[in-house]
C-alpha cells in the first residue's frame, strides 16, 4: 500500500500513523479505487500525508480535502 511505503520512516507516532492511513482508505474508497498498484494511489497517499501534516486531525476532514485538491471526481 502507497500510504504505508510513504510513512515506513517517518518520524509519525502509531495514532497518528492511523488516522492518515484511515483517511487515505476512505479518499481510495470514495473515489472507487480497489487497484492498490493504480497510480493514483501514490498521488492521494502524498496528498494525504501533506494535509495531516497541516494539523487536520479528523480521517474523513483529511480525505475530503485530498480529493478536492487533488481535483478528482
Given at each position: 500500500m502507497a500510504i504505508y511505503r510513504l510513512l515506513?520512516?517517518?518520524?509519525l507516532n502509531p495514532i497518528e500513523?492511523?488516522?492518515i492511513a484511515a483517511a487515505?482508505?476512505?479518499a481510495l474508497r470514495i473515489?472507487?479505487?480497489?487497484d492498490r498498484d493504480d497510480?493514483?494511489?501514490e498521488m492521494v497517499a502524498k496528498k494525504i500525508i501533506k494535509i495531516a501534516q497541516t494539523g487536520v486531525h479528523d480521517p474523513t476532514d483529511i480525505s475530503a480535502l485530498a480529493i478536492k485538491e487533488l481535483e478528482i471526481r
Open positions: 515506513k520512516n517517518s518520524q500513523v492511523d488516522r487515505y482508505d476512505h473515489l472507487c479505487v480497489k497510480p493514483l494511489t
